[in-house]
């Protein structure tokens, strides 16, 4: 059975970058069929999707937040990655890492790691 | 980009059934949507995907009290028998280039 699972600080100052990992166990990340993603969901409020990637290194993600983020995977250790810098309080958040097809919808997700952005 | 709308709050007593809705705006009334369950303090889970033409299909373990259907823009969960775990936010997802969620809809189990 597949499960994903998010580690990471759980506190990131303010103007520096949040860093996530999500290793992935009961399947293979190279698998051609899937992408891999991260959403968040800010305290109170609902799901929004950051970006995917696929096992090649082909990336997809939410325009609002493109220029800050960067998802990379490691097909050796069965895991990807989420940094998203330049973070303010608003990026506080429970962040999600979630699996898919391209024209799927999220099937498999993570536990979630709550990120907090403080001084 | 598709935007997905869903009402909030809901309510329905123990035993009851309820229909929670999920509009697709213009010109995606085709679209593909999901389903997602999330109960208090977890993660979401996924529960179906519904086409435009009302076809549904479940994700491993969803008991068989959860449905989908579909007329136009409008995509439909319904719970029948209502039991206390399906207190819950329901969030409908859908896909084109990019990925949506709707606002959710928080339903409570009187």
């Known amino acids: 059975q597949l499960q994903l699972q998010e580690s990471g600080p759980g506190l990131v100052k303010p103007s520096e970058t949040l860093s996530l990992t999500c290793a992935v166990s009961?399947?293979?990340?190279?698998?051609?069929?899937?992408?891999w993603g991260w959403i968040r969901q800010p305290p109170g409020k609902g799901l929004e999707w950051i970006g995917s990637?696929?096992?090649?290194?082909?990336?997809y993600d939410n325009p609002s937040l493109n220029s800050r983020l960067t998802i990379s995977v490691d097909k050796s250790k069965n895991q990807f990655s989420l940094k998203l810098s330049s973070v303010t309080a608003a990026d506080t958040a429970v962040y999600y890492c979630a699996r898919h097809s391209y024209s799927t919808p999220v099937d498999s997700w993570g536990q979630g790691t709550l990120v907090t952005v403080s001084s | 980009q598709p935007v997905l709308t869903q009402p909030s709050p809901a309510s329905a007593s123990l035993g009851s059934s309820v229909k929670l809705t999920c509009t697709l705006s213009s010109g995606y009334i085709n679209h593909i949507i999901a389903w997602h369950q999330q109960q208090p303090g977890k993660a979401p889970r996924y529960l179906m995907k519904?086409?435009?033409?009302?076809?549904?299909n479940k994700g491993s373990g969803v008991p068989d009290r959860f449905s989908g259907s579909s007329f136009g823009a409008d995509r439909y969960l319904t719970i029948s028998n209502l039991q206390s775990e399906d207190e819950a936010d329901y969030y409908c997802e859908t896909w084109d280039n990019t990925r949506v969620f709707g606002g959710g809809t928080k339903l409570t189990v009187l």
């Open positions: 519904i086409e435009g033409s009302g076809r549904y």
């Open positions: 990637i696929y096992y090649s290194g082909t990336t």
């Open positions: 009961g399947g293979s990340i190279d698998r051609t069929t899937y992408y």
